[in-house]
């Protein structure tokens, strides 16, 4: 099945050429198939190998590292300690360059935090990245199914038990405001991190890190903002059928499990394809492919992951990065604050107050 075809066609409606996102798809296709033979053997019922970022999205260039978690849903047991030695060797057979040092990767998850500890004084920002995360950008190498089942009831956790209190007009509610809420603590928090790893760091690498919020973790949020949407932009008419309100819930929760197996690129496609100018599709899709395109040369990541701060107004990769996340900005801007048919009611009736 072809997961790309709201983009394709966007670009065919445009007769734009992005050849960066066939690229890098080819690239996570490979990638992924390595890491898959390389795990092949691997069975454990209760156990899944998730990958997440640059690869979860398709979006891999030459210089990304693989982003991996070792899920557990089920009993734990110490033979799970063994297996996820085995999956970091196999992994790192393929994949040579380390994860971060945060450690929030290549790491042993286990399923009741990210279903029990969302909100409160247990849920961490670690804890936080790796549910978002999980919804937005995953990929099951080996354990598909333990993959959805923990998906499935953190949305249940979102949707389900959300509870509001029943409207006097008897208006259903179709966005739930727990999910919504966490998605922009989500995007809230990148930012913080960002700032709080400059200070830590003394601005180490903070180039690619500046460069990524601009594009890719911005991504993740607009993602996280349709998905939250999803009951109204994609499925209103079928949910609206539906008159036992458990069902409703259930099926709302669906809905928006359906996005999290659509990359977030093409996810925006989608949406911009129910309504926006082609100047601002233009802007948003032409601006991310050249982000892309520009991680793919060595030498211009390179630059980036070594500039000073100091120095940044005089590097021409940076600069260019940088205008072109004006552009990538604005016109997002543009499709949720004024061309899309649904969306900039939604942003005033549920994205700030």
């Known amino acids: 099945m072809n997961e790309w075809t709201s983009l394709e066609s966007l670009q065919a409606r445009l007769k734009e050429n992005w050849p960066a996102f066939s690229v890098c798809r080819e690239r996570s296709a490979s990638v992924f198939q390595s890491l898959s033979d390389a795990l092949s053997d691997i069975d454990d019922a209760a ?11 398709g979006e891999v260039t030459d210089g990304s590292d693989v982003d991996w978690l070792l899920l557990v849903d089920g009993l734990s047991n110490p ?5 996820l030695r085995q ?17 929030t990767f290549a790491d042993l998850v286990v399923s009741h935090q990210l279903i029990h500890y969302i909100a409160g004084t247990r849920d961490t920002n670690e804890n936080l990245t790796r549910r978002i995360l999980m919804l937005s950008e995953s ?5 598909t199914l333990v993959r959805q089942r923990v998906i499935r009831n953190i949305l249940e956790r979102y949707v389900i038990y959300d509870r509001s ?40 690498g903070w180039g690619i890190r500046n460069v990524k919020l601009r594009f890719s ?19 209103l008419e079928s949910l609206q059928t539906v008159e036992n309100e458990e069902d409703f819930l259930r099926l709302l929760a669906e809905v928006i499990r359906g996005q999290t197996d659509v990359p977030p690129l093409e996810l925006l496609a989608r949406a911009v394809n129910q309504g926006c100018s082609d100047d601002t599709a ?43 996340s004006g552009i ?26």
């Open 47 to 57: 156990a899944s190998v998730i990958v997440t970022g640059s690869l979860g999205r």
């Open 79 to 83: 033979d799970h300690g063994l297996l």
């Open 87 to 103: 999956v970091s060797e196999r992994i790192g057979s393929v994949i040579k360059k380390d994860v971060g040092r945060t450690k």
């Open 139 to 143: 990929r099951a190498i080996t354990g």
């Open 165 to 204: 209190v029943r409207s006097k007009t008897g208006n259903r509610q179709y966005v739930p405001h727990f999910l919504l809420n966490d998605v922009v603590r989500y995007w809230r928090t990148m930012a913080s991190d960002y700032a709080s790893k400059m200070w830590e760091r003394q601005g180490e």
């Open 217 to 235: 973790r911005k991504l993740l949020f607009i993602w996280g903002l349709l998905a939250s949407f999803s009951g109204e932009l994609f499925e």
């Open 282 to 324: 233009r802007g948003i899709f032409s601006s991310y492919n050249q982000f892309l395109g520009t991680l793919s040369v060595s030498e211009r990541r390179a630059e980036l992951e070594s500039v000073a701060f100091e120095e940044a107004s005089d590097n021409a990769t940076f600069d260019e990065l940088r205008e072109l």
């Open 328 to 353: 990538f900005r604005q016109s997002v801007n543009k499709f949720f604050f004024d061309e899309h048919p649904r969306l900039p009611k939604l942003i005033r009736d549920y994205g700030v107050f």
